[in-house]
């Protein structure tokens, strides 16, 4: 089946540790993305990546770290920069970037910071 | 004010009703989709729609550019409908998409 797997499911971690977090996908997609959604607020974009090699920052991408060294994968690298890290994370992609392309969701990680 | 403000936060209602939730947004948009996030966090894909009217199944969308404003509409209403409902946008010319605070429906058997 084609889809995006994110893994683990839930993730506990210290403070002051470095976490990272899986993003696969079979789709094909050239575009991946990561977004973070806390309670009562709207998704927002850490980081994307258009393509193999080359990624943006989104809206807040500071205490966060991604590669795409190949184009099924997108790991997102949480740091100990990062303030408030405990938040569920969803990563997504798309065939391309632009108005016309629908994206698809993970499921999502749930990472707590102790 | 948010790009994009959805209402109601929160809708609760017995089953069979007829469901509204409204997405309104401020700025010019290539694309608005619809989106539904279940009780453990997956998001599933909905609705992409520029212009007009959508429907699939018991779902219907409708956009009005001019006024800037779309509605899901929920038609006979079911517990499994219950989830969080999130309206995104896509800017001319953007390469990401603006997410509402989404809306939290819970139909009643």
């Known amino acids: 089946d084609g889809g995006i797997t994110q893994s683990p499911k839930y993730l506990f971690r210290k403070e002051g540790q470095n976490v990272t977090l899986s993003c696969e996908q079979n789709?094909?997609?050239?575009?991946m993305y990561w977004y973070r959604q806390d309670p009562g607020q709207g998704l927002r974009l850490i980081y994307y990546?258009?393509?193999?090699?080359?990624?943006q920052k989104g809206d807040i991408a500071e205490g966060y770290s991604v590669s795409r060294e190949k184009k099924e994968s997108f790991p997102l690298t949480v740091t100990s920069a990062q303030k408030n890290p405990t938040a569920f994370y969803l990563c997504?992609?798309?065939?391309?970037?632009?108005?016309?392309?629908?994206?698809?969701f993970g499921p999502g990680t749930r990472l707590t910071v102790l | 004010k948010n790009e994009v403000e959805q209402s109601p936060q929160n809708l609760t209602a017995q089953e069979g009703e007829f469901i509204t939730i409204n997405c309104s947004y401020s700025v010019g948009i290539s694309a608005l989709h619809w989106l539904q996030q279940h009780p453990g966090g997956g998001i599933v894909s909905l609705f992409m729609?520029?212009?007009g009217k959508k429907k699939h199944g018991r779902l219907i969308a409708t956009i009005n550019i001019q006024e800037k404003h779309s509605s899901l509409h929920i038609t006979a209403s079911h517990p499994r409908d219950s989830a969080v409902y999130i309206c995104?946008?896509?800017?001319?010319?953007?390469?990401?998409?603006?997410f509402g605070q989404g809306t939290r429906l819970t139909i009643n058997p």
């Open positions: 990546s258009q393509i193999v090699n080359d990624f």
């Open positions: 789709l094909n997609h050239d575009a």
């Open positions: 729609l520029s212009s």
């Open positions: 997504a992609s798309s065939l391309g970037t632009s108005g016309s392309n629908e994206q698809f």
């Open positions: 995104a946008v896509r800017g001319w010319g953007a390469q990401k998409l603006v």
